[in-house]
């Protein structure tokens, strides 16, 4: 079946531009969480969405980061006035319910460079 | 202390070697573990599951020690193509997975 699904797979911004990147989780994961990774590193968590819960933000690193999801599907994630420091992979990735169980699958990434 | 840690190597060994990994991790509570596998500049993909009676899959072991807080993999017959970063994750202090910043594996010939 699909699997988890990133757009755009790339993105060249200037810096102070806003940018947003689409994740399309599994069908039926009711869980969707976004992390970043820099270059030669691990996977910073940013936030967490399960079900009709309030999200867990506690992961992004400043206002200018936020994200939207629309019920368990679509997820989107924002990022204002991007500063060169915000260069990285963005990864998506979704699973059947919360941590507690089930593992995560990872969409291919949004790689963003900012000028 | 992190919520899980890990050895960030490399670790560097010859085709044929058996390696091992470790992972540590704080909360005693966890209930939830895995292993996944890194390639450069891609996602991470789930290599193995990791139960409390232990599991195989192949040349790969996954272990558990609750009394001791973490989390092994052993890859025995390693091949070129084992080359890759191993990332472990457990579930943490809330709801979510934690992942470890990774071990980079260097199999050379």
């Known amino acids: 079946g699909a699997g988890v699904s990133q757009s755009p797979s790339n993105k060249v911004t200037e810096k102070g531009k806003d940018v947003e990147l689409r994740c399309d989780p599994i069908s039926g994961h009711t869980a969707l969480y976004w992390y970043r990774q820099r270059l030669g590193q691990g996977l910073e968590f940013l936030i967490y969405f399960q079900g009709n819960s309030a999200p867990d933000k506690s992961g992004l690193p400043s206002d200018r980061f936020s994200a939207e999801r629309t019920g368990e599907s679509v997820s989107t994630l924002t990022i204002q006035r991007t500063q060169q420091e915000d260069s990285a992979v963005y990864l998506c990735?979704?699973?059947?319910?919360?941590?507690?169980?089930?593992?995560?699958?990872f969409g291919p990434g949004t790689r963003l460079t900012v000028l | 202390r992190k919520e899980v840690e890990q050895d960030p190597g490399p670790f560097n060994v010859p085709e044929g070697a058996t390696v091992a990994f470790n992972c540590t991790y704080s909360n005693s509570a966890s209930q939830s573990f895995f292993w996944y596998r890194q390639d450069c500049r891609k996602e991470p993909k789930l290599l193995m599951s990791v139960y409390s009676s232990g599991n195989e899959d192949g040349r790969f072991t996954a272990q558990l020690n609750r009394a001791s807080q973490y989390i092994s993999l052993l890859i025995r017959d390693s091949k070129l193509s084992d080359s890759a970063t191993y990332l472990c994750?457990?579930?943490?202090?809330?709801?979510?997975?934690?992942f470890g910043t990774g071990t980079r594996l260097q199999v050379f010939p």
């Open positions: 990735a979704s699973s059947l319910d919360g941590g507690r169980i089930y593992e995560q699958f």
């Open positions: 994750a457990v579930n943490g202090f809330t709801d979510k997975l934690i």
